[in-house]
């Protein structure tokens, strides 16, 4: 499926060819919408389009010599190349539907701003396929798109075309699948982002290296420690890159909290606290145990994370308690976990509520507070009279993704199979954890059973 987009700066006319080319070269559109993003963005509209006229629900008369009208004008033009500059995505796609079903104008015809503007080079570009078209692959799609790294989402596949289509729509993704491995069959793919349901990612994978596909698979990265292991080994059985998307790995202000727990700021670390808490118990794949669902998959596994970054992986003893879903998985987790060196972690997680999602580490000189621990923005240093000594910030918003993607492409740059920041062996160990918490709350699904 070839769009008609602008790829950094430039014009590139894929099935539209039929533009009324006039007195200009450049393609004739029409915008839609005369708001902000209109404002923020004229510029390369201008420099890369002859734009006719603007539309617009509320708003008449002029932006620079460029008329504005109301939607009726487009009753009867015959140039219908629509781009809708409004930065919010869920409004741009319901405006592409009242276009197409009010007006008549084809899908193909109508561009969300957002994805021209913002566009990488395709140069030497890296080429993201995303596997699954649901939220958090809108949220890496977003990501990639804004990072202007020389990287793209080259295509997109669903189980279901018509998704497919809309996901491509929605983020400016020139191909879309209806077959995830139609997909695996392109050449021009470089690496596969996995964000399908837990329940699917071990034999994602395994399609994925069948194709020699470098991955990024979502977290929790298998059902088991035993999957793990067999998509680790048969990766370095064919070379190629295998990586969970486990944000905390990942993320700068970890790579804070590492330094100053290593010289000493708090003196020796003694126990860690962390609460992660959303509320998504009415979604039927975290509701079922088949799918991955349940709090210890979908949240459970960021506070494990948490807590290895400070305390390690050398654990004696696990307390374990929740309640269950009337198809098996676990709707809250309570952890007690203690170490063989005297250290202990208290872990909460649920999917009935949200919450502050705050982690702590506790020394024996002060105590650090990251303010949310799968994604913080802030992360504080107290001494033992509550006084704030040091305060770091991160300056973007979804640090983790970017940063999980620019690993990835350096990563394959260099030929690695695993990356320093999220190894093969942490991915296991963490695996093994879940194992064995799963083991004392008797939560099993299917994939146990393989």
Known sequence: ?????????????????????????????????????????????????????????????????????????????????????????????????????????????????????????????????????????????????????????????????????????????????????????????????????????????????????????????????????????????????????????????YTILKDILHNGTIGEVLSVYASFNYKVDSLERIRNIDLGGGALYELGVYNLNFMVSCLGYDIANIIAQCDKFEIGADVYLMLIIQYKSGKTAELYCDTRCSGNNQGIVYGEKGYVVIDEINNPVKLSVYDNEKRLVAEYTSETKEPGLENEMMVAKKSIEEKRIECFECSHEHTINIMKIMDKIRNQIEIFCIGDYK
């Open 1 to 253: 499926m070839k769009r008609w987009l602008g790829l950094k700066m430039k014009i590139i006319v894929g099935v539209n060819d039929d533009f009324e080319q006039g007195t200009s070269c450049k393609p004739h559109v029409i915008v839609y919408g005369a708001g902000k993003c209109l404002i923020n963005h004229y510029k390369f509209l201008n420099e890369n389009y002859f734009v006719e006229a603007i539309v617009d629900k509320n708003k008449r008369g002029q932006f620079g010599d460029v008329p504005i009208y109301g939607l009726e004008y487009l009753d009867s033009r015959t140039t219908q190349n629509i781009i809708i500059m409004i930065e919010n995505r869920d409004i741009c796609m319901n405006i592409a539907n009242m276009l197409n079903s009010t007006y008549g104008i084809p899908r193909a015809n109508i561009v969300l701003g957002v994805n021209l503007v913002n566009y990488s080079d395709e140069g030497n570009c890296f080429k993201v396929g995303i596997m699954g078209c649901g939220g958090m692959a809108s949220y890496m799609a977003i990501a990639i798109l804004n990072m202007h790294q020389n990287i793209k989402v080259q295509a997109c596949a669903s189980r279901n075309q018509k998704k497919a289509d809309e996901f491509a729509f929605k983020h400016g993704i020139e191909k879309a699948y209806g077959s995830y491995i139609d997909m695996l069959k392109d050449d021009e793919v470089d690496l596969i982002y996995i964000a399908t349901p837990i329940s699917e990612h071990y034999v994602n994978m395994k399609q994925c290296i069948e194709y020699r596909k470098n991955i990024l698979c979502e977290k929790s990265f298998t059902i088991n420690e035993v999957q793990a292991k067999e998509i680790f080994m048969l990766a370095r059985d064919y070379s190629v890159y295998v990586a969970e998307a486990m944000t905390i790995r990942y993320h700068p202000i």
